[in-house]
C-alpha cells in the first residue's frame, strides 16, 4: 500500500511572528519621523536643520528600536533556556513523571488514557526534551527566540519606514514641506495598513483606517506644538 503524503497546510496565523514586528518598526519609523519633521518645520526651522533632524531621528529610533528588541528577546531567550535546562534535568531525574504528565496533557485535550500514554512513549523515545518543550513549555524551533534577528530587523523595517518621509524632505519645496510630507506619510502608513491586513486575512479599511487615523493625529499633535513654541520663542 502506498504511502500517503499530506502536504502541510499554511496558515495566516504562521505569519503573525515576522508580520507584527515588520509592521511596527515601519509603522513606528513613518510615524515618529513624520511627526517629528512636521513639528520641527511648524516651528519655522530652516530646511536644513528639519533635514538634520530627520535624519537624527532615523539614527536614533533605528538604535533605539534594535536595542529594545535586543534585550527583549533575549531575556526571552534566557527564559526558555532557563525552562528547558529544569525540563533536562527533570528528564534526567524521574522521566516515569515526565511521561504521566506528557500523557495527562494529551488526555486534558481529548485522546484516551490508553492511547495518551503511548503517544508519550513514542515521542519521548523519538526525542523527550523536544517533545516536552512544545507540549509543555510551548517552545518550538519555528518561535524560539531569536535576539540579534529581531534586532536587525526591526531596526532594518524603522529605517525603511523613517526614510520615506524624508525623501519627502529632499523633495518638497519649504513652503509646501508640511503638507507633503503630512500627506505623503500618511498614504505610506495606509498603504501599510492594507498591506499588513491583507497578509494576515484581516479586513484592509479597517486596518488601513486605524494606522491612518493615529498617524494623523501624531503629526498634527506635534505640528501643534512646534507651531506654539515657534511663535513664543
Known amino acids: 500500500m502506498a504511502k500517503i503524503i499530506i502536504p502541510p497546510e499554511m496558515h495566516r496565523s504562521q505569519h503573525t511572528g515576522w508580520l507584527r514586528a515588520a509592521v511596527l518598526g515601519a509603522n513606528d519609523g513613518i510615524v515618529s519621523t513624520a511627526s517629528l519633521i512636521v513639528g520641527v518645520a511648524a516651528a519655522n526651522s530652516s530646511h ?27 531575556s526571552q531567550a534566557d527564559t526558555e533556556q532557563a525552562d528547558l535546562s529544569r525540563e533536562k534535568e527533570e528528564l534526567a531525574n524521574n522521566v516515569e513523571f515526565e511521561r504521566d504528565e506528557l500523557a495527562q496533557i494529551y488526555v486534558q485535550r481529548g485522546v484516551t488514557p490508553e492511547l495518551a500514554k503511548q503517544v508519550a512513549l513514542q515521542l519521548m523515545e523519538h526525542d523527550a526534551l523536544a517533545t516536552h518543550a512544545r507540549e509543555e513549555l510551548g517552545i518550538t524551533e519555528a518561535l524560539t527566540a531569536r535576539p540579534i ?9 524603522f529605517s525603511v519606514g523613517a526614510a520615506l ?19 505623503a506619510s500618511l498614504i505610506f502608513l495606509i498603504l501599510l495598513g492594507i498591506l ?19 498617524g494623523a493625529f501624531a503629526m498634527a499633535l506635534t505640528a501643534g506644538i512646534g507651531s506654539i513654541f515657534g511663535t513664543s520663542v
Open 48 to 74: 536644513q536643520n528639519i533635514l538634520i533632524t530627520g535624519i537624527a531621528g532615523l539614527v536614533a529610533g533605528a538604535m533605539s528600536m534594535a536595542a529594545g528588541e535586543y534585550v527583549s528577546v533575549s
Open 149 to 157: 534577528q529581531a534586532a536587525l530587523a526591526s531596526a532594518g523595517a
Open 165 to 183: 518621509p524624508l525623501v519627502m524632505v529632499l523633495i518638497a519645496t519649504p513652503s509646501h514641506l508640511i503638507i507633503w510630507v503630512s500627506a
Open 196 to 214: 499588513a491586513a491583507k497578509v494576515g486575512g484581516a479586513n484592509i479599511w479597517k486596518g488601513a483606517l486605524r494606522v491612518g487615523f493615529w
